[in-house]
């Protein structure tokens, strides 16, 4: 598998990362770590994932509880960044509710079935809860007119236009509210961009590949005993490591109010596509399961093994 080299000029940088403790979130912080950051990685719970939470602070980094709904958690959570490390470079905004925590276990109800309290709900994490990190951690990239923040969203927001006429990437999806919760977090990003730029902080916004993430292996096996298709094969989480590294590392004099697709970016930069990035070490029963839809095995080009 493709491995996201090192960034040398991230060394001692201070990251902020949210929802750290698994998925992607903690490959960001493994791969931070492997370039020399320091970090401060939170997440509401680390219930599950006390060993990765141990191994974080062993190297001298803080693993921290932040739900970022509290805003008394996120200032807690500020002092202790500033008293480790006394500054901040870096904003990484992972922590999100996703539909399947809402609607389990498709995640897939119509727009006319949501409520006001899954609304309010999906809000507070996926567009309050990134506002709120940002404006408590901001303050020193600001002071010192350096620094990085990033956001995770969904390819799920795009459009594309269409003879004058615009139409959505995939509408027949039913991903309400989350859809319309990142495409608010992509839209105040560029917005944060252009007003943040004259102390040379870049906002930009990344979305991952179909992604075996934390929940991906629950999430799938709950929709196959239901009858529905598994979908295609994941990605590893490590395929977004790459491109958070190169972002990490730019200030608004680099790149600034733009949005990634993280698997474009991979092939462009030489890292390799949806093939090198499969993920072949499912558990039997999600690959007998996509097997049996009629989705081919793995592929493990020799690529994959750099």
Do not use: C
Not at 143 to 164: A, D
């Amino acid at each position: 598998m493709v491995q996201a080299e090192p960034h040398s000029e991230l060394k001692d940088k201070v990251v902020v990362v949210t929802g750290a403790a698994r998925g992607m979130g903690r490959a960001y912080v493994e791969g931070f770590l492997a370039s020399g950051a320091r970090i401060s990685a939170s997440d509401k719970s680390w219930s599950g994932a006390e060993d990765f939470q141990k191994e974080i602070q062993a190297q001298g980094s803080l693993a921290l509880e932040m739900d970022v709904t509290n805003q008394a958690q996120i200032d807690a959570a500020f002092k202790a960044t500033m008293d480790a490390f006394g500054t901040v470079d870096v904003i990484l905004n992972n922590a999100a509710l996703l539909n399947m925590f809402l609607y389990p276990p498709s995640g897939r109800v119509t727009t006319l079935e949501t409520t006001d309290d899954d609304w309010d709900k999906s809000l507070d994490v996926n567009v309050r809860g990134p506002l709120r990190v940002i404006r408590t951690f901001i303050g020193p990239m600001i002071e010192k007119k350096s620094g990085s923040i990033i956001s995770v969203v969904s390819s799920g927001l795009l459009m594309f236009s269409r003879g004058g006429g615009y139409t959505a990437m995939r509408p027949q999806s039913k991903e309400m509210p989350y859809m319309a919760t990142k495409a608010a977090l992509a839209n105040v990003s560029y917005y944060l961009a252009d007003e943040i730029k004259e102390h040379n902080v870049a906002v930009n916004i990344i979305f991952p590949g179909h992604t075996r993430a934390s929940w991906y292996d629950n999430t799938v096996r709950s929709r196959v005993a239901v009858g529905m298709n598994p979908g295609i094969r994941p990605v590893s989480v490590k395929h977004i490591v790459p491109i958070a590294l190169f972002l990490a590392s730019q200030d608004a004099n680099g790149v600034t109010g733009k949005m990634f697709d993280t698997m474009e970016w991979n092939k462009e930069h030489g890292l390799g596509g949806y093939d090198e990035w499969q993920d072949p070490e499912l558990p039997e029963d999600l690959n007998q399961a996509f097997l049996d839809a009629g989705v081919p095995p793995a592929k493990r080009p020799e690529s994959a093994a750099r």
